[in-house]
């Protein structure tokens, strides 16, 4: 059974940093495209940063140089880097797999088929 859970969600200032983590299991880590995505209220779900089986990364432009995805393929553990934070970070952040798909690291939604339960983000002063 494909699982993942995330954790590391909180409330934390502008311009702070939190670090998410996503433990997953029942599929291997290190062969699949992996990806962080946001939900804030009444707005769809968006890709935020997403890595291939080699490594390769790629983010929206919003988050650019100042978030970091990377993962521990021996933890089977995701992360996520979020540094300077803006409010308009509040979201709830999820970690999803694309399980069924055999291309490069993709932000796009659709390829992702399995998610965590997602860990809320608060940036507020």
Do not use: H
């Not at 935020?48 to 089977?76: E, H, L, P």
């Not at 979020?82 to 798909?101: E, N, Q, R, W």
């Amino acid at each position: 059974e494909v699982q993942l859970a995330e954790s590391g969600g909180g409330l934390v200032q502008p311009g702070g940093s939190l670090r998410l983590s996503c433990v997953a299991s029942g599929f291997p880590l290190s062969d699949n495209v992996m990806g962080w995505f946001r939900q804030a209220p009444g707005k769809e779900r968006e890709g935020v940063a997403t890595i291939g089986r080699v490594y390769g990364t790629r983010y929206a432009d919003s988050v650019k140089g100042r978030f970091t995805i990377s993962k521990d393929n021996g933890k089977t553990t995701l992360y996520l880097q979020m540094d300077s934070l803006k409010p308009g970070g509040t979201a709830v952040y999820f970690c999803g797999a694309a399980l069924d798909f055999g291309g490069p690291a993709t932000l796009a939604r659709g390829e992702y088929n399995d998610w965590g339960q997602g860990t809320q983000v608060t940036v507020s002063s």
